[in-house]
């Protein structure tokens, strides 16, 4: 016997229920019965804040014209003089400072676009120092490109570089040996140390960082290694070549690292991008193994882990980068998926809450003058800025908010009503949907339809109240027709727009309850 949607709620009112934008954030790691009511199944281009959901900004292009793909962004700075230069795919250096269409490259000839620099300044003046694995290193001393004159080992064996107590290291490519230069130097005799006898897991090493305690410099800044295997080995001191002043604080085993970006240091802490997923450095002191639930990506490890399996490996040397930017208050993952494809997983570094963007086509990044910037395919991109659009085209958003059985478990709910608090500067197309029983399908695509099941939003022609809200925004808040029916809903949101902000506080939704059973 079938039951009508009024045969079923006869004799009940309509209930309304306010339910808060999922602040928590995107999780990929509970059951979807198990999720808090504030986290959600699906986050996308939608940035959790302390007090809504902000739809991410868009992107312009900075420069353009760039032979390949732009795999590497590299900053120079000497006091208040600051330059940036991207290395394609195609072997050549473009100074892309001043944007627009670039002019001629500043280097050619180079065997591929994936380099790793520090800056460096010395009495001599400040320099780039850059090495790649396959070319003989670089050196930029803010006018003129050439190679240090490094001895005692082959600069193009050197595939990894830092900075550490004003004395630079290496990593020699597929090998466990560290070399370093003496202090203040941009080339010498360079020496090494060899940490066969120590990464008892063999492997050879892939990263190398700074990291300290305190955040700040002390007697207790480290240098931390990790290898292809996921060994973390640390040392403590000045002078290698002297046990007095150096020594081995401690050997830890996370998991294998992914791609050759892996390390960036946040909060005096050093991050690790791990299969594991992404760990804390400090973490790491309280065990032999770290515990995969004190990663900072713990609440979308299931996402980490499909990615990693899928995109890590053979892959992982290119695209995979974890990036910090203090202006956005985020750190994200970058996520190689395919060329045009690549996503970003972000953390709000104040919530400790995860999002998804897709839409910033990046091979790398790189933060100039505070700002976040990516390398895509012919072109350097200015990324999260205030136009909300992503070059020329629309950014859309898509949530589904975890599960709710409005607090009446093993009871019929029939949704009929949602309206959302969009606090906006326009008229943003928006769609909104009910979906039912765990059921994570599309329910709301695309926004432009216009049928029965839910509603859609178009101030071109809809009556809305409006609050002023903010310098220039304002609530946008109507009633939409939705249908579902079934014990536990989860609302569903999408929009599409250009040039427009949306900031989603709440959201009302109205329904009545059936006979238990039902």
């Known amino acids: 016997m079938a039951f009508s949607p009024r045969a079923m709620v006869q004799g009940t009112a309509a209930q309304v229920q306010s339910l808060p934008a999922p602040l928590g954030g995107w999780n990929a790691r509970d059951s979807l019965a198990n999720m808090e009511p504030t986290d959600a199944v699906t986050l996308i281009n939608m940035f959790p804040t302390v007090s809504n959901l902000t739809m991410r900004g868009g992107y312009t292009k900075h420069a353009t014209g760039l032979d390949g793909k732009v795999q590497t962004l590299m900053v120079y700075n000497n006091g208040n003089n600051s330059k940036m230069f991207a290395v394609t795919s195609a072997g050549k250096i473009y100074d892309v400072t001043s944007g627009g269409a670039v002019g001629a490259p500043v280097v050619t000839g180079l065997t591929n676009g994936i380099w790793e620099y520090v800056n460096i300044t010395t009495a001599g003046g400040s320099y780039i120092m850059a090495v790649n694995g396959a070319d003989s290193a670089l ?9 240090p004159a490094i001895t005692n080992v082959t600069s193009s064996t050197l595939c990894n570089i830092t900075l550490f107590k004003n004395r630079l290291w ?4 597929y090998t466990l040996k560290a070399w370093y230069l003496p202090t203040s130097s941009i080339g010498g005799a360079a020496q090494y140390i060899d940490m066969s006898s120590i990464a008892k897991f063999g492997g050879h090493l892939v990263d190398l960082d700074t990291w300290t305690i305190d955040a700040g410099y002390g007697v207790d800044d480290n240098l931390a290694f990790i290898t292809s295997i996921g060994e973390t080995i640390v040392y403590r001191g000045t002078d290698p070549a002297s046990a007095a002043t150096w020594s081995l604080i401690g050997v830890w085993k996370l998991g294998s690292p992914v791609g050759n970006r892996c390390m960036l240091k946040w909060a005096g802490d050093l991050l690790i991008l791990t ?19 004190v990663a900072l990506s713990d609440k979308i490890q299931g996402a980490i882990t499909a990615a990693t399996t899928a995109y890590g490996g053979n892959h992982a040397s290119v695209g995979w980068q974890v990036v ?7 750190v994200w993952i970058n996520i190689p998926v395919a060329d045009g494809q690549q996503q970003q997983y972000v953390m709000n570094t104040i919530t400790k809450s995860w999002c998804q963007f897709i839409g910033w086509a990046a091979y790398c990044w790189e933060i100039y003058q505070d700002d976040p910037y990516f390398g895509s395919d012919g072109y350097v991109a200015k990324a999260w800025n205030d136009n909300y659009t992503d070059y020329t085209s629309n950014i859309t958003t898509q949530t589904l908010q975890a599960f709710n059985y ?3 478990r093993g009871v019929k709910k029939y949704f009929t009503r949602a309206r959302p608090s969009i606090f906006t500067n326009g008229d943003p197309t928006i769609g909104v949907g009910m979906n039912i029983d765990f059921d994570t399908s599309d329910t709301t695509a695309p926004v ?10 178009d101030g071109l022609t809809s009556t809305w109240d409006v609050a002023i809200w903010g310098a220039d925004l304002a609530i946008q808040n109507t009633w939409l027709g ?14 599409a727009s250009s040039g427009l902000q949306i900031q989603w506080a709440s959201t009302d939704v109205v329904y009545q309850t059936g006979w238990a059973g039902v």
């Not at 050196?139 to 190679?147: E, K, V």
């Not at 910090?324 to 985020?330: E, F, L």
């Open 275 to 293: 299969y594991d997923g992404l760990m804390p450095m400090a973490a790491s002191l309280q065990s032999s193994r770290l515990d995969p639930r």
């Open 324 to 330: 910090y930017t203090a202006k956005n208050n985020a």
């Open 406 to 408: 409005f607090g009446s």
């Open 139 to 147: 050196l930029y001393d803010g006018a003129t490109w050439t190679n």
């Open 170 to 173: 290496f990593i020699e490519q």
């Open 448 to 457: 432009t339809f216009t049928g029965s099941t839910y509603g859609v939003w």
């Open 482 to 495: 939705i249908i579902g029916i079934g014990y536990c809903g989860g609302l569903q949101m999408k929009t």
